[in-house]
């Protein structure tokens, strides 16, 4: 399967616990009466109108993702700077020539991809409804914030981390009038080739957009924090183990004990693995809470998709894994994409057109992708609730680099964002 899909292989905080609205949100968010609790809550705390301006609000809630081209005309543009990033896909001094050259020559094939999913990715359909759901509950459980504006950043598609920036300062944030920003990743799982690269990227736009000055001088620029990482969420977890028990129920009550589960992420070169990447530890991490959540109902594995080009990746292989399995006799199967958060090419073709297709089996099957599913997006505004309650600008974890890490894009965007902390303590 190496080749068939460049576009995949780029993938290549505490509340009080005497504020009731805190133990509310926490409680809502991770149970199955979740629902009945917002509501409840909805009646205690008055909507926040996009019109009025809490005393810490607006914030602007930034999702950022790599994004996918929304029609097959994008497709060009969206591998040329996909192979222009060196974060995601290291070419060395021979980037600025090569990665043209490589996008140029599979667009045609990535076009033909992206027409037989129905014409392009929905991605950004789906990152612009999770940010907007989430942003009406935000607005809901942390009044003194509000409004919540969401806004969504693609490394390589549009909206693009420019066109977000030059919208953040249209709509009145930085620009001399100050303003809060919170960077969400839309990737659970912190990987520097996808998180760290969509930091870079920020940070670059920032000091160019803001100012060179901003960052010694920060009055009156946006002050940013950051979500970096969210990989065992109870309510992440929770919204997975609802998808597998979904497809589990269709698979006869005799034969569902035995089916196996295969969580599949994207996979990563060995190289950036050996530099010290954090993204396997952290897609584990999700796999066993999901595991332990089902009470390990069911045996699994973690495989590893999308890889590209000769060199040695992170597997086994979610596709050598599902021919393996069958040829064994293991022909219940259950795909379960971990590591993203909405459909995109990878799901939607890669596993579902080409390994669930050429296993030729009714009993290999995919767990369905988070898209709308409100547990998760109740998750989501979890997550972002506790961080702006936090007062942290990011992880703890962020701030250290890979032991491998040579890049200085790396140091100056890492030593920014957590130096963001003194700027928020004084918000
Ligand atoms: Fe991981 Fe730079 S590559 S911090």
């Not at 490589?102 to 033909?112: D, E, F, V």
């Not at 359909?125 to 693609?154: G, N, R």
């Not at 920060?218 to 924090?225: D, F, M």
């Not at 590591?339 to 030729?360: C, K, N, P, R, W």
Request: hydrophobic share 35%; glycine share 8%.
């Amino acid at each position: 399967m190496a080749l068939r899909n460049p576009i995949s292989h780029v993938c290549k905080h505490a509340l009080s616990s005497s504020s009731s609205r805190a133990s509310a949100v926490s409680h809502f968010v991770c149970s199955r009466q979740s629902m009945p609790r917002r509501r409840a809550m909805a009646t205690v705390v008055p909507p926040v109108t996009q019109d009025a301006t809490s005393s810490k609000g607006p914030t602007a809630m930034v999702f950022m993702n790599m994004g996918g081209p929304s029609t097959t005309d994008e497709v060009g543009d969206f591998l040329s700077r996909l192979f222009a990033d060196a974060d995601l896909i290291p070419l060395g001094r021979l980037q600025s020539y090569l990665g043209p050259l490589i996008s140029r020559r599979r667009t045609p094939k990535i076009q033909k991809q992206y027409a037989a999913i129905g014409g392009g990715s929905p991605i950004r359909k789906w990152s612009e409804y999770q940010s907007s759901e989430m942003c009406k509950i935000l607005d809901q459980i942390s009044p003194e914030t509000a409004p919540h504006k969401p806004y969504v950043a693609f490394r390589y598609a549009n909206p693009l981390t420019e066109d977000m920036y030059a919208q953040l300062l249209k709509d009145g944030f930085g620009g001399g009038k100050g303003g809060r920003a919170v960077a969400f990743t839309q990737y659970p799982q912190y990987s520097c080739s996808t998180t760290g690269s969509s930091l870079n990227e920020l940070w670059k736009w920032r000091t160019r957009l803001e100012g060179k000055g901003s960052n010694t001088d920060p009055s009156g620029s946006i002050t940013w924090s950051v979500i970096d990482r969210w990989p065992v969420h109870p309510g992440l977890v929770e919204a997975f183990a609802q998808n597998i028990e979904a497809q589990l129920a269709t698979y006869t009550p005799e034969t569902r004990k035995d089916v196996v589960l295969l969580f599949s992420a994207h996979s990563l070169p060995m190289s950036v693995v050996n530099r010290g990447d954090t993204y396997p530890a952290e897609v584990a991490a999700t796999v066993y809470n999901v595991m332990q959540r089902l009470k390990f109902s069911n045996p699994y594995r973690l495989c590893w998709q999308s890889q590209v080009g000769p060199s040695a990746w992170l597997g086994a292989q979610t596709s050598d894994t599902v021919q393996e399995y069958v040829k064994k006799g293991q022909t219940d199967l259950v795909l379960i994409p971990i590591a993203f958060t909405s459909d995109h090419i990878e799901t939607l073709y890669e596993l579902d057109q080409e390994v669930i297709h050429e296993a030729g089996h009714p009993g290999v099957k995919r767990a369905e992708s988070l898209n709308g599913n409100r547990v998760f997006i109740e998750a989501l505004a979890d997550i972002a609730f506790k961080h702006l309650q936090s007062g942290e600008s990011c992880s703890r974890q962020m701030g250290l680099r890979c032991q491998g890490c040579k890049s200085e894009r790396c140091l100056e965007s890492k030593r920014f964002f957590v130096g963001q902390e003194n700027l928020l303590a004084v918000r």
